[in-house]
Structure formats: structure tokens, C-alpha cells
């Protein structure tokens, strides 16, 4: 397992033996959404919600199946990773049960806690010319 230090969203840390980026960016006390990546099964990157960008290459990858590597600089909430992960969440929402406020799960939901937060977050706009 590889050993050094990454650049998150502007703070240092240092990883030693971390099997993926996921898992230093919550080293660091950021909270990146998930839904298919549980730490104790096999990486499964399916959901796309833990997506983040490297600054060095500008592509956005998922953390959960991302190896980390010494001089990474990532960021993790940026206004195109925002528009990502409510892209998906809609895509998540249109393919759910419709039964939401019937559901034994109703006000118990990782979904729900989801689409509630990210539908009021607000992203920068281009400004019409």
C-alpha cells in the first residue's frame, strides 16, 4: 500500500496505507457521499456519488476506486462535481419507488438526506452577456 501525502480541498494529509482515496479524503474529515462503497466488501465504484476531481489531470474520477498516490491534489466540492452528483441523484430518484412517504424508511433515508441537501445547494451561474 502506498505511503505519502495528498492535497485535499486545500488541506495536507498524509496516508499510509489507505486503499483509496476515499477512504484519506474522510481521513481529512470530509464527508463525500456514497452509496455502493462499503469499506469492509470490495470496491464497486457503481454509484458515481463519490466523484472527485484531480486538479493535475482535471478528470473526475471515483474516490472509492481511485489508489492514492504521494503529491495528488484533489478537491471535492466544486460546482461541477455538485452538478455531477445531482445528476445522478435525480437519475437515482427517477428509477426509486415512488412510495417515499409510505416507505417504514421515510425520514431514515441516505436518498432522501440526499436529494433534500443537494436541492438546496446552489451553483455559480454564468453570467449572460
Do not use: W
Request: net charge positive.
Amino acid at each position: 500500500m502506498a505511503k505519502g501525502i495528498m492535497i485535499i480541498d486545500g488541506i495536507c494529509v498524509p496516508f499510509d496505507g489507505e486503499k483509496n482515496v476515499l477512504a484519506v479524503v474522510r481521513k481529512a474529515g470530509i464527508d463525500i457521499p456514497t452509496f455502493c462503497y462499503y469499506s469492509d466488501l470490495s470496491v464497486y465504484g457503481a454509484c458515481r456519488m463519490c466523484m472527485v476531481e484531480d486538479t493535475k489531470t482535471g478528470k473526475i474520477e471515483a474516490s472509492c476506486s481511485m489508489e492514492p498516490r504521494d503529491g495528488m491534489v484533489i478537491r471535492t466540492n466544486t460546482a461541477r462535481l455538485l452538478k455531477h452528483r445531482r445528476m445522478i441523484l435525480e437519475l437515482m430518484l427517477s428509477s426509486h419507488c415512488r412510495d417515499c412517504t409510505t416507505c417504514e424508511k421515510s425520514g431514515n433515508c441516505r436518498l432522501q438526506d440526499l436529494a433534500v441537501s443537494y436541492t438546496h445547494l446552489t451553483l455559480p451561474t454564468k453570467l449572460e452577456v
